[in-house]
């Protein structure tokens, strides 16, 4: 199913902890992306990277933070700095070379209370 | 930067019914634009794209058309199904870009 893969599927925190979404890839991509998507809304960008290492900010990324240590992995962490973290984040990842088809994870449905 | 506003949110055809749904994009050096399906609780889904250098592109029933001149783009499904109700998003990415700018998504409901 894409070779992309999130967890956990749900999670919960109460607010003012920091909580870290986990995504990998074993497609060998170079390219990684993190996006949030709220009900009626399209998928707004956290923040990608398109090496290791190398990270950039999305359009919206006051109160995440992104780590890229492997080519295989980039964890998004949802500091208490968020002012509204409930929502369904979504990972995807992109050769680049060639094709910029981005390939998404299952996505994590974060709730905070 | 890139800025890509999708036309209808919600849609309702008659199953059989022909579906079409519009992007504009605001980047005239935009040079990559795919249309994504996402059924309700499952990730996004790559469904058809479309290169600056072509006009149209068709895969079965689903076609998309680009217009460089005006700066829009457009999905077309022919003889719908109710598999094909799910959320459709555009998105467009520019030339110097290395990322995508998705539209709002469109609600697409086949009524059988």
């Known amino acids: 199913d894409g070779g992309i893969t999130q967890s956990p599927k749900y999670l919960f925190r109460k607010e003012g902890q920091n909580v870290t979404l986990s995504c990998e890839q074993n497609?060998?991509?170079?390219?990684m992306y993190w996006y949030r998507q709220d009900p009626g809304q399209g998928l707004r960008l956290i923040y990608y990277?398109?090496?290791?290492?190398?990270?950039q900010k999305g359009d919206i990324a006051e109160g995440y933070s992104v780590s890229r240590e492997k080519k295989e992995s980039f964890p998004l962490t949802v500091t208490s700095a968020q002012k509204n973290p409930t929502a369904f984040y979504l990972c995807?990842?992109?050769?680049?070379?060639?094709?910029?088809?981005?390939?998404f994870g299952p996505g994590t449905r974060l709730t905070v209370t | 930067g890139e800025n890509v506003e999708q036309h209808p949110s919600t849609l309702s055809v008659q199953e059989g019914d022909s579906a079409v749904i519009k992007c504009t994009y605001s980047?005239?050096?935009?040079?990559?634009f795919p249309w994504y399906k996402q059924e309700l609780g499952k990730r996004p889904q790559l469904i058809i794209d479309?290169?600056?250098?072509?006009g149209e592109k068709k895969d079965q029933r689903i076609a998309v058309t680009l217009n460089k001149t005006a700066k829009h783009f457009s999905l077309h499904i022919t003889e719908t199904q109710p598999e094909d109700s799910a959320v459709y998003f555009c998105?467009?990415?520019?030339?110097?870009?290395?990322?995508?700018?998705f539209g709002a998504g469109t609600i697409l409901r086949v009524k059988s």
């Open positions: 980047d005239s050096a935009s040079n990559y």
């Open positions: 990277s398109q090496i290791v290492n190398d990270f």
């Open positions: 479309i290169r600056s250098n072509v």
């Open positions: 497609l060998n991509h170079d390219a």
């Open positions: 998105a467009a990415k520019g030339l110097k870009e290395d990322k995508l700018v």
């Open positions: 995807a990842s992109s050769p680049q070379m060639d094709s910029y088809e981005q390939y």
